[in-house]
């Protein structure tokens, strides 16, 4: 990408602790759920009666009992699971490789390659670059839950250019743990640390990076960084993503239809 003036251009990726779920809590199948701006109220519903653990609980907690008290119960939902045992940090830092299967709209199979990093929040046309306006009530809605959870819950979607491969190189691991969605994905997560995962990282130095979806986590995320610097606290200048090569294979962007109900054309009804 040519260089934007202005600011920091190129961004900064980093491995991190993840914390996830125990191995023995329950098939990982029955614990993972969608992006919240993707759940149907029925899907809420199914999610919510697979386990007491489905993340659903954290990730929408307005799917469940009384909304005015939503982001307070996620709260403490997400203490409790790591009080018991439920969810765990990692003992070191890494990236997550995820690799996932899927068949499109097309009929056609494909796989996509990406990992999940800690990347450093900056202003929109710097390190990282916007290409949706977003809306007051899913920001309203995302910083109230990160304010309570003070936990970055599901990564945005970022993509950046490995023209020579040498990140793709490095992103066969062995896998960690596989699960399939409702949709038919199968995913499989495995754990890159140590000197790759920093080699992954100094080769991303050297651009910057696309928002392909998450505009509004995005958004949201700046805003609260700079509720908590005014307190003195930097803990909130990154933020989970999940990084893609636009040169990777399964990278497919299909048509998205709407449909529209009950236009009244001007002069007309």
Known sequence: HEPMTGGTLVAEVCSFRGVRYAPLTAPLQSLICPPYDVITPRHATELLARSPFNAIRVEMP???????????????????????????ADPEPALYVLTQRFTGPDGLERTRRGFLARVRLEEHGTGVRPHELTHAGPKADRLALLRATRANLSPIFMLYDDRDGRVAEELEVDSAASARDDDGTFMEVGLLAGERAQRVCRLLTEQSLIIADGHHRYATALAYREERRALGDTSADFILAYLCSMRDPGLEVFPAHRLLKNVVEPGVG
């Open 62 to 88: 307005t799917a469940e009992g009384d909304k005015a008290t939503a982001y307070e119960r996620a709260e403490h939902t997400v203490q409790d699971w790591l009080a018991a045992g439920v969810l765990a």
